[in-house]
């Protein structure tokens, strides 16, 4: 964690310009592979397995977004892409990845697909991440480097983007 960043003098919208907030991008992305599934069911995995393969993803992005929500809180800086980030998380999950929290999602949206069984769930999980990939997080990691400069190079260079 670092001491917090004024906003940049060239930046006048002090945040990332996301696409969509990241919830509801995944949100969508599980409706609409939810709805695919109720119309024409296809699963991707023996039945006896579904269950034991996503609750414990669920529980595993459950417990993830939970320590990475706590950094921010710890940090004092606002986890929502539409508001400044004040600070460069390096602790918690931020150690193995720089985006655990997006991991957490990406694994909840996985456990739901194993649990419900369903392979739609994991066709649309393929274009969530090419749009969080596309419309979050390259834009957040743009903001990043203009707003900390080096120290968030350097951050970048030594984490992972997942894990």
């Known amino acids: 964690m670092t001491a917090p960043a004024s906003p940049s003098p060239r930046n ?7 696409v969509a907030p990241p919830p509801l991008i995944y949100l969508v992305a599980i409706l ?4 695919l599934q109720a119309l024409l069911p296809a699963p ?17 992005a459950l417990l993830l977004f ?4 706590r950094e921010f809180r710890r940090a004092r800086t ?11 998380i390096r602790t918690g999950p931020y150690r193995l990845s ?6 957490a999602m990406t694994l ?22 090419g749009v ?14 203009r707003k900390f400069g080096e120290e968030y190079r350097r951050y970048r260079a030594a984490v992972r983007r997942w894990i």
Do not use: C, Q
Request: proline share 7%; hydrophobic share 55%.
């Open 132 to 145: 969080m990939s596309a419309g979050v997080i390259a834009r957040e990691e743009r903001y990043l480097e």
């Open 32 to 35: 609409a592979g939810a709805g």
């Open 66 to 69: 939970a320590l990475s929500i």
């Open 98 to 103: 720089r985006n655990p929290i997006y991991l």
């Open 78 to 88: 606002s986890v929502r892409p539409d508001r400044p980030t004040t600070a460069i």
């Open 12 to 18: 006048k919208r002090d945040h990332a310009g996301v």
């Open 44 to 60: 991707f995995l023996p039945p006896a397995l579904a269950r034991g393969v996503g609750v414990p993803l669920v529980a595993a």
């Open 108 to 129: 909840l949206h996985l456990g739901i697909a194993a649990w419900a069984n369903s392979l739609w769930l994991l066709v649309t999980l393929v274009f969530t991440l």
